[in-house]
């Protein structure tokens, strides 16, 4: 198992070198197959949850051009097909471009083993968000079942790193989902987590996106809250004046697009929706849920 372990921890390009890269529960990593699209299975153990669309496009244009560079890595199943275990961008760029098949690593792994390989690859080698990257470590310790530390022995982070990640996922969801579509950075993530109340963390969140304010001014306003002993600040959101009738709708929508949505009813029942975004990023994912 610790021959296993200290393969894993070199990264999945260790496996692939060559003959000797051999761990417990894999074969050596056949180069230059040519498997078609439709024979690779998506992998369940993903930790990847959002792909932005214009970066996806980027890929499949630098695909339609250039080729699949960097083989993907996939298991070979018992029926003839093969699951993915890491390169679902370059599989879903590959698909958008039409092409019929791609270049593969084709390995053999027990579920466990192969779920380890999925998260070391992606956390090494993908542009995860904070939030996918801090998922990945909670389901490397409870899922693979390995301690904190090992944790970051095997992607080269000290601990202090990985156990901030970790702490980000005791944020409230509405901040987690800022984190995830870049309205707010690690910083301010860092600095929130510092606030005892949920309350008063949604506060401060939502006056940082509609302020723009930047990680200094948080930890300011983070400092000042804990100085007056973890009271409420004088300074509160603005009463929601949507009238009571509307009242479940707009939770509804703001629930659906994780984001501040607003009803404006004027006296003659006359109104518009709002719906805001904190970037261009955002706005794309707006538009997909829209569609």
Do not use: C
């Amino acid at each position: 198992m610790n021959a296993k372990r200290n393969a894993l921890g070199r990264g999945l390009g260790a496996l692939l070198a060559g003959d000797d890269a051999i761990a417990e529960g894999f074969s050596p990593a056949v180069t230059n197959w040519k498997i078609p699209v439709g024979q690779i299975e998506a992998n369940p153990w993903q930790p990847r949850t959002h792909f932005e669309e214009t970066s996806l496009k980027e890929l499949a244009e630098s695909i339609r051009i250039h080729g699949v560079i960097q083989p993907l890595t996939v298991r070979k199943l018992t029926n003839g097909q093969y699951q993915l275990v890491s390169g679902e961008r370059r599989l879903r760029a590959s698909k958008l471009v039409g092409l019929t098949d791609v270049p593969a690593y084709v390995l053999e792994a027990d579920q466990q083993g192969m779920l380890e390989m999925a998260l070391i690859e992606n956390i090494q080698r993908q542009d995860l968000n904070a939030i996918e990257v801090a998922i990945s470590f909670k389901r490397l310790i409870d899922e693979v079942q390995i301690r904190q530390e090992e944790v970051g022995e095997r992607v080269g982070k000290d601990r202090s790193t990985v156990t901030n990640y970790l702490r980000l996922l005791k944020l409230p969801p509405e901040i987690q989902a800022g984190i995830r579509d870049a309205k707010i950075g690690m910083g301010h993530a860092r600095a929130l987590i510092n606030v005892d109340k949920v309350e008063q963390q949604l506060y401060i969140y939502r006056k940082a996106i509609s302020e723009a304010l930047s990680v200094r001014k948080i930890e300011e306003l983070v400092r000042a809250l804990q100085q007056e002993g973890g009271k409420t600040t004088k300074a509160r959101p603005a009463r929601d004046e949507t009238p009571p009738a509307y009242r479940s709708v707009q939770d509804s929508l703001r629930n659906r697009f994780e984001t501040k949505v607003q009803i404006k009813v004027d006296d003659k029942g006359k109104g518009e929706i709002v719906l805001p975004f904190g970037s261009t990023d955002d706005l794309n994912r707006l538009l997909d849920l829209l569609e």
